[in-house]
Structures are given as structure tokens and as C-alpha cells.
């Protein structure tokens, strides 16, 4: 059932990736490269939500990094 889920988050950032391929211009190679690495995120991300469920999410992560500057600033 988890690989349905996969198959599923793969397929709609497929669809996106390749709806918004289509309106890039060719020269613009660092556009490309901006939406394959902001898809690759995401996927990955989406990916780790459904197959870590337990998994903080980014908030935590955000309270974690920030965590030593609090203390600067009080």
C-alpha cells in the first residue's frame, strides 16, 4: 500500500515537471535547473513524509537550527 502511495507522489511531480517544461524556454537552462532541483526537494521531502511517518517535521527542524541563536538574543 505504501508503494501505491510512492507510485502516486512520483506521478503528480512527473505531471508537474513536465506541464512546466514544456512553457521553458529552451535558453533558459538555469530556470530548468531551478525547477528540477525544487521538484527533486519536494519529491524527496513527500517521499520521507509517507515513508518515515514518525519523522519530526520542519518545524522541529527549524527550532533545532535556531535553537542556539535564541540564546544570543535574549
Sequence with gaps: MIWMK???ITLV????VCFEWIRL???RVRE???LASIAGLSWISA???VLIPEMPGPIK???WLYRPLS???S
Excluded at 511531480?13 to 508537474?16: E, K, P
Design 6 to 8: 510512492v507510485a502516486g
Design 13 to 16: 511531480v512527473v505531471i508537474i
Design 25 to 27: 524556454d529552451i535558453g
Design 32 to 34: 530548468r535547473v531551478v
Design 47 to 49: 517521499l520521507m513524509a
Design 61 to 63: 527542524w527549524i527550532e
Design 71 to 73: 540564546g544570543l538574543l
